[in-house]
T-cell receptor, first 112, second 116 residues
Framework: GEDVEQSLFLSVREGDSSVINCTYT??????LYWYKQEPGAGLQLLTY?????DMKQDQRLTVLLNKKDKHLSLRIADTQTGDSAIYFC????????????FGKGTKLSVKP | DTAVSQTPKYLVTQMGNDKSIKCEQN?????MYWYKQDSKKFLKIMFS???????INETVPNRFSPKSPDKAHLNLHINSLELGDSAVYFC???????????????FGSGTRLTVV
């Protein structure tokens, strides 16, 4: 079945890099997504990666995809207190036309 | 201007009551969803509608009934509310899967339901 796994908590110091990891099961996933949920708010699409890419960089964000191991990571450089949030990994079930399956979310705490 | 809007934002009600949550999207999407987020922040899909037709109905008590009067609206009606229904309910929308591509889902800001 489809399952997306993430560790539940990550704590870093301001200015350090954060790396949030995710494993997924559906090898036909065409797109993989990272969503951010700030306290009291809904989920916002942060970034995505197409399955034929190994890496995608967008300012302080770097997404790495290891398709062989079905492993996705999100690196946040120079982490700021405003990055404190829950980060959800999501895969598209059954290829590009499937529904999104979300992980349980990783709560990132940034200490000053 | 809000892309996916839900009302109300907060809902406190007594056990046994019936309540509705409304959702509207102005993005021109043709697929809408209801998710439940529990106290541990885990997200579970409840329902999905595509062009007003139900396409996903996960194992949800039949006290929960979605209604989609048109493709821009998806409401959630809950009968005989129980303590365990307390959660944050999120509405989301997307293009139909064949057109969705990189855009994923757009989420509303959630309705925090508290049953006392």
């Amino acid at each position: 079945g489809e399952d997306v796994e993430q560790s539940l908590f990550l704590s870093v110091r301001e200015g350090d890099s954060s790396v949030i990891n995710c494993t997924y099961t559906d090898s036909s996933s065409t797109y993989l997504y990272w969503y951010k949920q700030e306290p009291g708010a809904g989920l916002q699409l942060l970034t995505y990666i197409f399955s034929n890419m190994d890496m995608k960089q967008d300012q302080r964000l770097t997404v790495l995809l290891n398709k062989k191991d079905k492993h996705l990571s999100l690196r946040i450089a120079d982490t700021q207190t405003g990055d404190s949030a829950i980060y959800f990994c999501a895969e598209s079930q059954g290829g590009s036309q499937g529904n999104l399956i979300f992980g349980k979310g990783t709560k990132l705490s940034v200490k000053p | 201007d809000t892309a996916v809007s839900q009302t109300p934002k907060y809902l406190v009600t007594q056990m046994g009551n019936d309540k509705s949550i409304k959702c509207e999207q102005n993005l021109g999407h043709d697929t809408m969803y209801w998710y439940k987020q529990d106290s541990k922040k885990f997200l579970k899909i409840m329902f999905s509608y595509n062009n007003k037709e139900l396409i996903i109905n996960e194992t949800v008590p039949n006290r929960f009934s979605p209604k989609s009067p048109d493709k821009a609206h998806l409401n959630l009606h809950i009968n005989s509310l129980e303590l365990g229904d307390s959660a944050v309910y999120f509405c989301a929308s997307s293009q139909s899967p064949s057109k969705r591509g990189v855009y994923g889902y757009t989420f509303g800001s959630g309705t925090r339901l508290t049953v006392v």
